[in-house]
């Protein structure tokens, strides 16, 4: 989310969802973390789904809930389906409920980002649900956890595993992830496409090479202080020309000093040598 201070820059959001029309995507996520969905108002949440509703007219915008009222925002503004952010009390519950509004992916995120490790009862329960499309697996760095849930999904094989596994974002395409909804793809998107359709196409010569230079850019970007990725995603937007330099603020995440930006800079400019 382009902001200006503690102000979104309106022109450069409109300006990326028109860019990212321009994308190989099959849409996007809205009002998720990576776009500090829970800190907008409502009326900042509405102004953003409109923009990206506007743009992407054809694609499917998935809009973070962390609520049946925001899921009902989502319903009222176009969105197609709904991340559901993750929570303690009955899950199961909670996911059922959100289907009523629109259809879900669960969302597995690791604690230290404010996420449940639900363990396999829970995702059988959440799973089975016909409303739940699948679930998007964010562990940040526990292969093991990302296994599990792989495994996990055999019991499921009409829902989708969905990777948001920034850090080994190759390596969960190898066990078995369909899709990508990941904070990365915020940027350098292309890039990312074409590693999933190196994948798809079996061609391991580019798979390989495309890992390699996402996993490069990764750990720039996803590195601690953790939450400082959303800034440094920004950062990567407007050294590829998409955002303007000042609408690269995130009013809720860490201060980062000067010498980062450039780091993700030079990082843009290596990922885009194939």
Same mark, same amino acid.
């Given at each position: 989310m382009p902001f200006r201070g503690s102000t979104i820059h309106e022109t450069a959001q409109s300006d990326y969802a028109h860019w990212m029309a321009t994308q190989i995507v099959a849409g996007v996520a809205v009002w998720a973390h990576t776009g500090r969905g829970p800190h907008l108002s409502p009326s900042q949440r509405s102004l953003v789904l409109e923009s990206w509703r506007t743009a992407l007219p054809q694609k499917v915008i998935v809009a973070g809930a962390n609520s049946l009222d925001m899921a009902r925002e989502a319903a009222r503004g176009g969105a197609d389906a709904l991340l559901a952010f993750p929570r303690h009390d009955d899950p199961v519950a909670f996911h059922a409920d959100l289907s009523c509004e629109l259809p879900v992916i669960a969302f597995y995120l690791y604690e230290a980002a404010g996420g449940v490790s639900y363990d396999d009862a829970t995702l059988h329960g959440i799973l089975s649900l016909p409303g739940v499309l699948g679930i998007k697996v964010a562990t940040l760095d526990s292969v093991m956890t990302f296994q599990r849930i792989a495994a996990l999904m055999r019991d499921h094989p009409e829902k989708l595993?969905?990777?948001?596994?920034?850090?080994?974002?190759?390596?969960?395409?190898?066990?078995?992830?369909?899709?990508?909804?990941?904070?990365?793809? +915020?940027?350098?998107?292309?890039?990312? /496409?074409?590693?999933?359709?190196?994948?798809?196409? %079996?061609?391991?010569? @580019?798979?390989?090479?495309?890992?390699?230079?996402?996993? +490069?850019?990764?750990?720039?970007?996803? /590195?601690?202080?953790?939450?400082?990725?959303?800034? %440094?995603?920004?950062? @990567?937007?407007?050294?590829?020309?998409v955002i303007p330099d000042d609408a690269c603020d995130d009013p809720w995440g860490p201060e980062l000093p000067a010498s980062e930006r450039e780091t993700v800079r030079r990082a843009v400019r290596e990922a885009r040598v194939r």
């Open positions: 595993l969905i990777t948001g596994e920034d850090r080994f974002l190759g390596y969960s395409l190898m066990m078995g992830a369909r899709a990508a909804l990941i904070g990365m793809g +915020a940027a350098l998107t292309d890039v990312q /496409t074409a590693l999933l359709g190196a994948h798809m196409k %079996r061609d391991d010569h @580019a798979f390989q090479r495309l890992a390699t230079q996402l996993d +490069a850019f990764s750990q720039v970007t996803f /590195t601690e202080p953790m939450e400082g990725y959303i800034r %440094r995603m920004l950062w @990567a937007l407007a050294a590829d020309g």
